[in-house]
């Protein structure tokens, strides 16, 4: 089998290159410029040089492959309804390109875009992205299931690890520039999470045995408490632990405050039992506790 990523010298990306590549598995991946292909060419990728908003680029990549996994995004929060559409217009892309050949195309979504009393679990749906802009990846994923495409969903949650460059750093710098490791309210939110090994062994076993069931949780914990997470950033930076009132949240992490609020308990028993997936590395307490964040 050979495997076209997308994103492949990203945080997950990468990840997923190197566990395909370690299961024997053939991959091309897309990026972006010579410093990201630096990054992957010891795995052991072949490399694709692109964009990934290129149709002709992403086209070549899926009909030259056995399947596809699409992790790209563009996190620039100040585009993001717009990013959000971009994603959309990639995946009905390779739902064209992928029509009528049974491929699996495997796209990336977020836990922390659905809300619910209990347990987040695969069967829930997110609202619409007219109010919910990210879930306009997971509509393109079910038009292209409509239509015939082999197409999966696969959502994030918080994903942690050596060089990651996405939720916790940002927490910890915005705590840096504050003066204070700070939690909102009584901090009891919970924030889902994985770590990135386990992640990408969860796609690469969509892509392995392609089941019936469309959505997975590559969920570790469930939930955890975003004031344990504070705690232990104020350990590792001795700066002082702060419950923060709305006002005071807003100040602190400003943009951020959506995600720092979220509360994304979840569920991935039904991912565990269909693809006998289990989760094998530490949690995020352990991670943040070795402090190369």
């Not at 999470?193 to 076993?205: G, N, T």
Request: glycine share 8%; with cysteine.
């Amino acid at each position: 089998m050979r495997v076209f990523v997308t994103g492949a010298s990203g945080f997950v990306g990468s990840a997923v290159v190197n566990d395909l590549i370690a299961s024997g598995i053939q991959v091309l991946g897309l990026v972006r410029s010579q410093a990201s292909a630096e990054k992957i060419k010891d795995s052991g990728a072949e490399i694709l040089m692109g964009d990934i908003n290129d149709p002709e680029i992403i086209r070549k990549g899926a009909t030259s492959c056995d399947a596809v996994i699409h992790t790209a995004f563009n996190h620039d929060f100040s585009r993001y309804k717009e990013n959000c559409e971009g994603d959309r217009k990639v995946i009905e892309i390779f739902t064209d390109t992928l029509l009528d050949t049974k491929k699996p195309l495997v796209v990336t979504s977020g836990v922390g875009i659905l809300r619910s009393e209990k347990a987040i679990t695969e069967d829930d749906t997110p609202a619409s992205s007219a109010s919910v802009p990210r879930a306009a990846s997971e509509e393109a994923a079910l038009e292209a299931r409509s239509k015939g495409v082999n197409a999966y969903i696969v959502r994030l949650p918080i994903v942690h690890g050596k060089d990651d460059h996405g939720f916790i750093p940002i927490v910890i710098g915005m705590d840096k520039e504050n003066g204070q490791s700070g939690y909102i309210g009584d901090g009891l939110n919970r924030w889902p999470a994985a770590h990135r090994k386990d992640v990408a062994s969860l796609y690469r076993l969509i892509v392995e045995k392609q089941p019936q069931q469309v959505v997975f949780h590559p969920v570790a914990e469930e939930g955890v408490h975003f004031k344990e997470i504070a705690r232990i950033i104020s350990k590792n930076t001795s700066l002082p632990l702060k419950s923060l009132n709305e006002a005071e949240a807003e100040t602190h992490f400003t943009w951020f405050k959506h995600f720092a609020a979220m509360n994304g308990y979840a569920s991935s028993e039904k991912s565990q039992k269909v693809l006998g997936w289990t989760p094998q590395q530490i949690g995020i307490l352990e991670d943040l506790s070795k402090n190369y964040f």
